[in-house]
């Protein structure tokens, strides 16, 4: 019997990168899995495909974190189909690479908008369901970038940081109802995200991680779904670091 054995998760982000890792380790858990995804409908597909050949049902939406009512509709239609949710992973990011000093100002509302706007989209109505329910796991996924003082891009450090503080304010209401909320500060991971990364934070990386690599996206995900598993039940408002042993 896996971890999440007839769990039902949504996965925000869920058809490229460490997104897809989540839905894949998730299905093969034994959780039946939705995700949202904004561009390739082939990569969709591919994830849809991956989940079912677990066994396990799978629901894909093209809609962005950032569409408000798109995100309500996804968790109705989702709380339709699989008659619950217990799991929402906030996965969705993006990151724009900019120096501070010539970053515009829709470089800046992108990544605020799409980072921590979409969390409150996403959470919001799903979170409703979850207190009717009186249980679910929430999990955030926030960055080394926002605790630690890296060559990071501003915008992207401070979206980051809200999700530390999101995370830690809602635990303590979310609690009460049995719902989990915890965090996970992620590293450097084998994605296209970091892949946009310059380059000489790549090589400054090898030098910081006591792994000396990038992490595998599988290696996040196995651990997510322990975070969110039954297993997990005492932990409330944490903040994980998984970064291979990275120093600054």
């Known amino acids: 019997m896996g971890l999440l054995e007839g769990k039902k998760a949504i996965i925000t982000g869920g058809s490229r990168g460490i997104g897809r890792s989540l839905c894949e ?25 991956k989940i079912e050949s677990f066994g396990r049902r799978a629901l894909s939406f093209k809609v962005s974190v950032t569409d408000r009512p798109g995100m309500i509709k996804m968790a109705r239609k989702v709380h339709e189909e699989f008659g619950r949710i217990d799991i929402l992973v906030n996965n969705a990011a993006i990151n ?76 303590r209401e979310a609690a009460p109802f049995g719902i989990t909320v915890n965090a996970i500060a992620a590293g450097i991971f084998d994605t296209d995200l970091s892949d946009a990364l310059p380059e000489r934070l790549l090589e400054m990386h090898k030098f910081w991680c006591a792994k000396g690599r990038r992490g595998h996206p599988e290696e996040l995900a196995e651990f997510a779904a322990f975070m969110v598993s039954d297993r997990n039940s005492y932990m409330i408002g944490e903040v994980v670091t998984v970064d291979g042993g990275s120093i600054t």
């Open 25 to 49: 380790v998730f299905a093969r858990e034994g959780a039946d899995i939705a995700f949202n995804y904004n561009v390739s409908d082939e990569r969709a597909a591919a994830t849809v495909e």
């Open 96 to 171: 724009r690479g900019d120096n501070f000093a010539t970053m515009t100002e829709r470089a800046w509302d992108e990544v605020i908008d799409t980072n921590v706007n979409g969390i409150f989209n996403a959470t919001k109505p799903v979170f409703k369901f979850m207190m009717r329910q009186r249980s679910g796991n929430i999990l955030n996924l926030s960055s080394i970038g926002a605790v630690r003082a890296l060559p990071t891009a501003v915008h992207y450090a401070t979206s980051k940081a809200a999700v530390i503080g999101f995370t830690k304010c809602l635990s």
